[in-house]
């Protein structure tokens, strides 16, 4: 436990330990959620962490060859109501992709502080028929065990919006009201929808009221002439009149969008110039090497060899 205080570790050391587990759940929006096993509130850092009737979570998996750990975490959908945190906000991908860390404290001192035991993200959530909510999640890279190295390619890696990519993303949005719902669920008309044909195509609406509030959802299309957009996936609940949505804008990661749209071609995280020598890729075919030439005056020992 390297990241445990001398405190902690004498602690654990006596033959009675006073260890509970708990969980740390981060919306991509910024709102944290945070729960104990332990049958009593833990605070701790100025951080509650709220106890629960039914939670439990599998051991570490780790895959050496991946270098990867996984952990299953299941709490009482009883107990996640009781935060505020609902079945439906579940099953509509509000949660997809949160943070999750894991930590091992001592409640009768948390002065000792606390040991991180998994930094991940939810990658799957199951509500069982039990009535329990169950996170699948991935572990993320440890930045003192892991050597990161990228691979080159065409088109830009970074995601819009993002550390490397640097667009505000925010200044870009726009807010609308919905004012016809042409398809259920999945094309609405607004307004303010002023801009030419699919220029939120691949970005995001998050709606910021009525029954789908806080659900985020990726953009197909947009058209200038009904001033519609078009979602790829419908929405839980049923799109109405007078629902506030705010739209971000989306990247296909191509040079001319980062240069031409965002002005942003200093921060493009790609290669565009590196040329494709694959079949597959429909580039160019490797070049022939030239025939070796033996210059004047070398020996049968002494050939050299160029390519062209």
């Not at 605070?43 to 050496?64: D, E, H, K, P, Q």
């Not at 930590?103 to 039990?130: C, H, M, S």
């Not at 659900?215 to 007078?242: C, M, Y």
């Amino acid at each position: 436990m390297k990241n445990a205080s001398p405190g902690f570790k004498a602690a654990i050391d006596q033959e009675v330990t006073y260890l509970c587990g708990l969980v740390e759940l981060s919306r991509r929006d910024g709102y944290v959620y945070r729960f104990t096993d332990h049958d009593e509130d833990v605070v701790i850092g100025g951080n509650t962490y709220v106890a629960t009737r039914g939670f439990t979570r599998s051991a570490i998996m780790n895959s050496l060859s991946a270098g990867l750990s996984t952990v299953t975490l299941e709490i009482l959908l009883a107990d996640l109501a009781q935060e505020g945190l609902t079945e439906e906000q579940l099953r509509t991908g509000q949660f997809d992709d949160s943070l999750v860390t894991i930590y091992t404290a001592d409640w009768r001192t948390p002065a000792n502080g606390l040991v991180t035991e998994f930094n991940g993200r939810i990658f799957d959530i199951q509500i069982t028929d039990k009535g329990y909510c169950r996170f699948e999640l991935d572990g993320l890279f440890s930045d003192d065990s892991q050597i990161f190295i990228e691979t080159y390619s065409p088109s830009c890696r970074a995601d819009l919006g993002d550390s490397r990519c640097k667009v505000d993303i925010e200044a870009l949005a726009l807010d609308v009201i919905v004012t016809g719902v042409p398809e259920a669920g999945l094309t609405f008309t607004a307004d303010e929808l002023t801009e030419e044909d699919n220029y939120w195509q691949l970005g995001v609406c998050v709606w910021t009221s009525g029954a789908n509030v806080g659900q985020p959802l990726e953009i197909r299309t947009s058209r200038q002439a009904d001033k519609s957009v078009t979602l790829f996936l419908p929405t839980s609940s049923a799109i109405q009149v007078g629902d506030t949505a705010r739209l971000y804008p989306g990247c296909d990661k191509q040079p001319d969008t980062c240069k031409n749209r965002y002005n942003n071609w200093l921060n493009f995280r790609g290669e565009p110039f590196i040329p494709d020598t694959s079949a597959a890729g429909g580039g160019a075919a490797t070049p022939t090497l030239p025939e070796t030439t033996t210059p004047p005056g070398a020996g049968s020992g002494g050939s050299m060899y160029y390519s062209g």
